[in-house]
């Protein structure tokens, strides 16, 4: 049978890992396919070490692969935002199916996007772009349909995770976890984007409206990053019987869907706080599943790839078929129509409990002025740490509240802030209980 011809943009780390997996297991493959997948361009301005394209075709302009009559597949592995965006509406309006890691293209250009495909006909595929090599695109589109999705929860940037295991196993320091993430080819071409939770936002949004059957909406996701988490923090947590992780967060309420992304204390006893290392984990909550959990590789060459390939066999699948790809984009038929319903809720307007770390200065009565703030903020505390240990003249307090609003505590935490006696911002860690049913 006619093989299904590829064009691979991008020979980076995923690039990279593609091209190898494609290669090496293309017997496999072509079993699965029906008909072999071969490599028939590449596009690249500089290639991985651990990739060698002797004999394949190439070039340095990857506009060139999306125009080749001989390529049905670009794979996009380019990354960013704006030619990455050139480059897929180029290859579909040229009438090819796309397969594309690139999430954060998927969250703030895919509506376009999947619109453009719809009109020509072709597939556009993105499994790498969420959770690496975990297959919870195809989970949350296929293998939940039947469910109400009461609520997604999960670690779904591997560098950031990696950064908060060692910091808090080896006690070792952020930048240098860093440096040491980026070495394996886990972190953003701009590690910002992981550690500032940017990353971790474009694949909530994207898991958000396959779950809930809304459009992309990137801008309305509250995103906070790692960076300003301390060793004292992962103690104190730790001390308190929690582990702080970094989750992405969306949930259906009564008012709208919660869609936020920030440094969370969970219980030690849940099954994401013993996700490690570059490893994610997505939980999700099922009105007739329950909670299910899907785990894996979330950054790194080759589950990375894993996913890019099983997406390029999807669509040399479909090409067998007469219709048009079967599964809609984001699960849920006809995109931009009836589709904003429920609304994504305003991070005020959220409710939960909160860890806080506050330097005071050592004097009686300050703690004291915190405790009436917080109630005649209508916030309750169920624990209180006051350490010892003075740092200099400075004293770290650490309260753990009830549920509360967001925005009665931003109320408080900028009262609490204008006190003489505190010194600097007060640190804010939201604490989840992820009720994982029996
Ligand atoms: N690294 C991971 O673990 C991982 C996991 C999931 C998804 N992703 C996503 O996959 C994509 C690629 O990531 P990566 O880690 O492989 O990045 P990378 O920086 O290792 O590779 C990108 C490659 O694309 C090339 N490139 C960039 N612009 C180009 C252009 N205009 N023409 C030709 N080549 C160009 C670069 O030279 C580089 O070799 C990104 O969208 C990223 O978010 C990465
Ligand atoms: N930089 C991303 C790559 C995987 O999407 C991460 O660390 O999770
Ligand atoms: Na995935």
Known sequence: MKPVRVGICGLGTVGGGTFNVLTRNAEDIARRAGRPIVIEQVGHRSIHPDCDITGIKATSDVFEVAANPDVDVIVELIGGYDTARELVLAAIENGKHVVTANKALIAVHGNEIFQAAHEKGVIVAFEAAVAGGIPVIKALREGLGANRIEWVAGIINGTGNYILTHMRDEGRAFEDVLAEAQALGYAEADPTFDVEGIDAAHKLTIMASIAYGVPLQFDKAYTEGISRITGEDVDQADNLGYVIKHLGIAKRTENGLELRVHPTLIPKDRLLANVHGVKNAIAVMGDAVGPT????????????????????????????????????????????????????????????????????????????????????NGISIEALIQKEITEGELVPIILMTHRTKERQMNDAIREIESMADIAGAVTRIRVESLDEGE
């Open 293 to 376: 959990l899907y785990y894996g590789a979330g950054a790194g060459a080759e589950p990375t790839a894993s996913a890019v390939v099983a997406d390029i066999l999807d669509v040399a699948r479909d090409i067998n078929t007469a219709h048009h790809y079967r599964v809609p984009y984001l699960a849920f038929s006809g995109v931009g129509e009836d589709m904003n319903a429920p609304a994504i809720m305003p991070m005020e307007d959220i409710t939960t409990a909160y860890y806080l770390r506050l330097l005071a200065v050592d004097r009686p009565g300050v703690l004291a002025r915190v405790a009436t703030i917080l109630s005649d």
